[in-house]
């Protein structure tokens, strides 16, 4: 039996596609599973080096403009948040020079924030659990 050329060519192309798929997970879940401990924005700060904190926290930005359209929302606010914890570290790290009433507003306002970050986080920890199988 002959097989048409244009039906293998469907399969070459849909055997490229199950490759691409691998295990069924989205595509989002290996820089996700790489990024999810924020390993980099940890490392960074322990060792006191704010702007590598910084980069790595604009790294995860990027990540959550890529971010699947069910959590994407949540992931962009979770990064932005962080962000901002690194940029008020930043300012008050400065010579010491930063205005204290200043700095107290702002780490209120980021306080508030962070309940309403624990229900984006929550929602993205469900979201890798059921689609990637991770545990953040």
Do not use: H, K, Y
């Amino acid at each position: 039996m002959r097989i048409p050329f244009g039906a293998l060519l469907a399969l070459v192309a849909l055997s490229g596609l199950l490759a691409a798929c691998g295990d069924g997970q989205p595509a989002f879940c290996t820089p996700l599973s790489q990024a999810a401990d924020l390993g980099g924005i940890s490392a960074a700060l322990r060792a006191g080096d704010i702007a590598e904190a910084g980069d790595e926290a604009i790294q995860l930005r990027e990540l959550a403009s890529e971010a699947p359209p069910e959590i994407r929302a949540d992931f962009e606010e979770v990064a932005d948040s962080i962000i901002e914890i690194i940029d008020l570290v930043a300012s008050e790290g400065e010579d010491g020079q930063s205005d204290p009433s200043r700095f107290e507003r702002r780490r209120e306002e980021l306080n508030t924030r962070l309940g309403q970050i624990d229900n984006r986080s929550q929602r993205i920890s469900v979201w890798a659990t059921e689609q990637c199988g991770l545990e953040l």
